[in-house]
């Protein structure tokens, strides 16, 4: 292992180191949309990291982070918008922490470190440029398995190559005897992570959606998730209205069989979306022409550690499946960027002794993976019904209450 004095390994910080049926699967044309200005090496900021004299407090802040993060639907992530606005607060918290509540917290050292050496640039930028640009962007600190931290172990270090790659550097933090700190680069891969603290410089993918679990406190009728009991959406009951019975569709579990991105990325992040007509009544074309088609669209962020074990949402999809709609347009994608584009799909409903196909649109990024979409029939739904179903890389159980 190679070692290196703080003091010593600060000169670095302004240099880089050398080193069922899939239906209708062409999206489109791919694009690169990436802007280079204000540019945050992922490099960088884990040099920057590894510099700066971590305490206690400093972990606890993280940790304090992620945690919450966790908690409200999303990956093991801190945000350096988080970080730098509001020290402590992860993901989809809404209430600001005070500042107050860390000595010297983690934005402080890091702007210290910055600015520690005058004239040179970061990332090409002027010191307060960069640290401008770091807290405006995407960058966060990912600590997977950061459940299993034992309150004390000073973490390891390292960033997400963004190559697939399987294994990195990283920088271990090192207290002597005397109180003197130092780092030793070590090679960091996921069984490492599973062992001690590893935090990863990477890029966030979730924080400008909304989960599934945050979407259940905005709106209490999407129920508490993983129990027995759902409500839909619309207000509606479940069982049955004064006028008809009801029938609701209901996302019981989500499995996922493979994770599809390097443990450096983090979770997967699936978005779930259905397009129907909702409480379809129509006993005439002309009455078919005053319905428009519904989307359901939430993410679902399943964590590397959660790979092969059915996780239970009871997420409603369709809160009235009148039997007048024979078939839905449903697709499944894992969420990896690109511009705003969607698929056009048809849900069919039967209108006086005739079956008519609904235009329904569903959005899509252009670098999306697509995980399964096409078309499921009323049929296909209640011949299934509470029954595990794979769609590609995903396992899924419907229920109709």
């Not at 239906?23 to 990291?49: F, M, N, P, R, W």
């Not at 304090?64 to 945000?79: F, H, I, Q």
């Not at 069984?191 to 989960?211: C, H, K, L």
């Not at 992040?269 to 088609?293: C, M, Q, W």
Request: proline share 4%; glycine share 8%.
């Amino acid at each position: 292992m190679k070692k290196y004095g703080c003091l010593l390994f600060s000169v670095f910080v302004a240099g880089v180191f050398v080193s069922c049926e899939v239906l209708d699967d062409d999206i489109g044309k791919h694009v690169d949309d990436t802007d280079s200005t204000g540019y945050v090496g992922l490099e960088e900021v884990a040099q920057i990291l590894a510099c700066v004299p971590l305490k206690s407090s400093h972990l606890l802040e993280v940790h304090d982070a992620v945690s919450s993060s966790s908690v409200n639907g999303y990956d093991e992530e801190y945000t350096m918008k988080n970080l730098f606005a509001s020290p402590g607060s992860g993901v989809g918290d809404s209430s600001v922490k005070s500042s107050g509540t860390y000595v010297a917290p983690l934005r402080e050292l890091i702007e210290a470190q910055v600015r520690s050496r005058p004239g040179t640039k970061v990332s090409g930028m002027d010191p307060d440029d960069f640290l401008k640009a770091l807290s405006d962007s995407d960058v966060q600190i990912y600590w997977p398995f950061s459940e299993d931290w034992d309150g004390s172990t000073f973490p390891v270090v390292t960033f997400d190559p963004e190559d697939g790659a399987h294994n990195n550097i990283g920088y271990r933090f090192v207290v002597d005897d005397d109180g003197s700190c130092r780092t030793e680069e070590v090679v960091v891969d996921e069984e490492m992570a599973m062992q001690e603290p590893v935090w990863v410089v990477n890029r966030n993918s979730d924080a400008g959606y909304t989960s599934l679990e945050m979407l259940r406190r905005e709106d209490p009728d999407w129920g508490e998730g993983g129990g027995a009991i759902v409500v839909n959406p619309s207000g509606k009951s479940p069982a049955t209205r004064s006028d008809k019975p009801v029938r609701t569709l209901v996302l019981k579990d989500f499995t996922m069989n493979r994770n599809y991105d390097s443990w450096f990325a983090g979770a997967s992040e699936f978005f779930v979306k259905i397009g129907y007509v909702d409480d379809f009544t129509a006993s005439t074309e002309a009455e078919l022409r005053l319905y428009n088609p519904l989307v359901t669209d939430f993410m679902i962020v399943v964590k590397r550690k959660h790979l092969g074990e059915p996780r239970p949402f009871n997420a409603v999809l369709m809160s009235d499946w009148s039997e007048q709609m024979t078939s839905c347009a449903f697709m499944i994608t894992e969420d990896d960027g690109g511009t705003q584009t969607d698929w056009t799909a048809k849900a069919k409903v039967f209108v006086a002794g005739k079956s008519y196909g609904v235009e329904v649109t569903l959005p899509i990024k252009t670098r999306d993976e697509i995980v399964w979409r096409g078309e499921l029939a009323n049929s296909w739904f209640e011949r299934y019904n509470g029954e595990k179903w794979t769609f590609g890389d995903v396992e899924l159980t419907f229920e109709i209450l």
